[in-house]
Structures are given as structure tokens and as C-alpha cells.
């Protein structure tokens, strides 16, 4: 199969965009607007107009808390949207920690697994990735959702996220995954308190040395709500997190970022080019 192209269409040199499509009821972003499969189809044709290089459909929340579902219930609700947009064109991810659901997933058009857990979460999923030849997303992982926050505990946060991404680099290339197939995710939120992510933000150009594309989702998360709070201390609301989320965006991409995953696609589309161009512009003085 063809893998996710590395660059923007047109062989622009810009970070790239992916745009989100959850097919859940409890996402912490947009639980719900889109779990209907039609909606969700019709979600992710929107995505593309609005300028997405990729599409990142995915059927298990993975916010603060989330339950897993059954592999059966997540199969029925990602394999027909993505078979879907696949059909009309579209580069599709699946968002996906279960070998069985990358799988078929695949088969069904995707052109990349982007997997949180980085192939901890099942041990089959690396030799499953090589074998279909799909891009593959691993991010740092230290647990499912339901406790993940207790393991944000690090003593030099950037350390030890290249390290421990490092390490599972090292298991998927042994288990069969091509160098050319990873793309990696430091996982902003996920086993993280703001503080740690801000410091990965920050850190973007030293984690691009590692070698290999680097997938940054900032978007809505909740450190971006707790910057933003009120007077009186209330985070902000997710869904009012959308111009915090440009601004990373736009660091992210001038800083090395090869794809941004956000909520909303047109500004964000238009963030990365501004980024772009500053960096065109500042080679060539």
C-alpha cells in the first residue's frame, strides 16, 4: 500500500494538517457532534475542503478518564467512515490503539495508524503496521486513560519523553516497522501536566533531531484552558481554546513540526503557511 505523503501536495514545504474526525459520544472536545457514521462522513468531506492533508478518524476517547470500548463497537464505527472518505480520495489515519482495528482499518482505505500508546497498548500492532506498510504514528504512552495522569511524574520531562520514545522506536523497527514508516508524537497531555507540555512545545527543535517527523496535538487540550482561565480561576472551555490553538500551531510549524492534528482546519490550513513563509523568508536573508 502507499503510506501518508511525507510532504504537502504540490511539494509546498509546510507542516501539514489533520483534521480530526471522532466517531464517539465522549470525546472531550466534540463528544457527539459526529457519531452518527453519516455525519461523520460528511464531517471529514468538510475537513478536506477546508484544506486537511489528512483525515484522522477514530473510535475510542482517549480524554482523562475514558473507558475503553469493545473491539467490536470500534470497528463499527470507524471501518464505514473510513472505507467512506477513503473512497472519495481522502488520506485517511485511523486513531487506534487495537491491532485488529488498524487492520482492518487499512484494508478499508487508511494510509496511517496513528497509535497513542506506541504499541504498548497491544503488542501486536507494530508487526500488523509492517505488514500493511502504513505510516505509523507512535506516541509516548505511560497508560490508558483511566490513570494515566498519576504517571506524569518526570524529573526532566524532554529527557525522558526522547528516551522512552526512543526505546519503542527501537521495538517497532525490531518488530518489522521500516524507518520510513514512523512518525512520532510526544503526546502533549497525555501522562502530562501543562508545565510538562509547554516544556515539549518548547523543546520541538531538540525532539526533531531525533530523526523523524514529528505529529504535534495541542489542540483544545486542557492546558490550553487553564493559560486562558478566568479571573476567578475557571479553565476555558474547550471549543474556546480555537485561537490559543492557532498560536501553537503556528509556533509548532516554524519551530519543525511535520503535521499539526487540530479541531478546526481552515485557520489552522492558513497558520502553517503564515509559518511557511516566515521561515522562506528568514532563509533567505
Known amino acids: 500500500m502507499t ?47 477546508e484544506g486537511a492533508d489528512i483525515v484522522d478518524v477514530g473510535g475510542e476517547s482517549t480524554r482523562p478518564g ?35 482495528v488498524a487492520r482492518a482499518s487499512v484494508e478499508a482505505g487508511a494510509r496511517m495508524v496513528n497509535d497513542v500508546s506506541g504499541g504498548l497498548a497491544d503488542p501486536e500492532m507494530p508487526r500488523v503496521v509492517a505488514a500493511t506498510g502504513a505510516t505509523y504514528v507512535v506516541m509516548h504512552w505511560r497508560g490508558h486513560s483511566h490513570d494515566m495522569q498519576s504517571r506524569a511524574l518526570y524529573d526532566d520531562v524532554v529527557a525522558e519523553v526522547t528516551t522512552e520514545l526512543t526505546k519503542r522506536v527501537d521495538t517497532v523497527l525490531a518488530q518489522g516497522v521500516a524507518e520510513e514508516q514512523i512518525v512520532l508524537d510526544p503526546g502533549l497531555g497525555f501522562a502530562k501536566n501543562a508545565e510538562h507540555n509547554w516544556s515539549i512545545l518548547a523543546a520541538i527543535p531538540r525532539l526533531t533531531e531525533m530523526g523523524y517527523p514529528l505529529l504535534i496535538g ?11 482561565a478566568d479571573p476567578d480561576g475557571t479553565p476555558r472551555p474547550f471549543d474556546r481554546n480555537d485561537d490559543a490553538t492557532l498560536a501553537v500551531t503556528a509556533l509548532a510549524a516554524h ?23 516566515w521561515k522562506r523568508a528568514g532563509a533567505a536573508t
Not at 519551530?255 to 503557511?273: I, L, M, T, Y
Open 255 to 277: 519551530a519543525g513540526a511535520w503535521c499539526v492534528r487540530v479541531h478546526q482546519v481552515a485557520p489552522n490550513a492558513d497558520a502553517v503557511r503564515v509559518a511557511a513563509a
Open 66 to 100: 475514558a473507558a475503553r470500548v469493545s473491539l467490536e463497537e470500534e470497528l463499527a464505527r470507524v471501518v464505514p467512515v473510513i472505507r467512506a472518505l477513503a473512497a472519495e480520495g481522502a488520506v485517511v489515519s485511523v486513531d487506534t490503539m487495537r491491532a485488529e
Open 218 to 228: 495541542a489542540s483544545r487540550k486542557r492546558f490550553l484552558g487553564r493559560l486562558l
Open 3 to 49: 503510506s501518508v505523503p511525507m510532504n504537502a501536495p504540490g511539494g509546498a514545504e509546510r507542516c501539514l494538517v489533520m483534521g480530526v474526525v471522532n466517531v464517539t459520544p465522549d470525546s472531550f472536545s466534540d463528544g457527539g457532534r459526529w457519531f452518527d457514521e453519516k455525519a461523520a462522513i460528511r464531517h471529514g468531506l468538510d475537513l478536506i475542503a
